[in-house]
Nanobody
C-alpha cells in the first residue's frame, strides 16, 4: 500500500499562491497515477487535478485550469500542486490520492492522505 502525507496548506489572501506537496512511501508505486481532491464545508469531495505515471499526462478541473499546476518527482517520491491566483472558492481541505488508472472519479483511488487545509480570504 501507499502512505501519503500532504503539507503546504495555510491561509492566503485572494490572488495569492500556495504550493502543496504530497510525499508517498514505497518506490514500487511510481507506476500509479496521483490526484488532488478538495472538500469544502458542507460539500462533496471534488476532483482538482491528476497526473499519470510518466508525468506527461495531466488533467484539471475546469475551475482551476490555467491557475493550478500538478507535478511529480518519482525520485523524491513527491506530488506537488502549485496553486496561483487563488480565489475564496478554492477554500477547503485538499487531499492527495493514488489510483491504478487516470480518473477523475474518487472511487478509483485506493490510498488517501489525511488532508491539508487551504483557506483563501477575500
Amino acid at each position: 500500500q501507499v502512505a501519503l502525507v500532504e503539507s503546504g496548506g495555510g491561509s492566503v489572501q485572494a490572488g495569492g499562491s500556495l504550493r502543496l506537496s504530497c510525499a508517498y512511501s514505497g518506490r514500487a508505486f511510481v507506476s500509479y497515477s496521483f490526484g488532488w481532491f478538495r472538500q469544502a464545508p458542507g460539500k462533496e469531495r471534488e476532483f482538482v487535478a491528476l497526473i499519470g505515471w510518466s508525468s506527461s499526462a495531466t488533467r484539471y478541473a475546469d475551475s482551476v485550469v490555467g491557475r493550478f499546476t500538478i507535478s511529480r518527482d518519482n525520485d523524491k517520491n513527491t506530488v506537488d500542486l502549485q496553486m496561483n491566483t487563488l480565489k475564496p472558492e478554492d477554500t477547503g481541505v485538499y487531499f492527495c490520492a493514488a489510483s491504478p488508472v487516470q480518473s477523475e472519479d474518487s472511487r478509483t483511488y485506493f490510498s488517501w492522505g489525511q488532508g491539508t487545509q487551504v483557506t483563501v480570504s477575500s
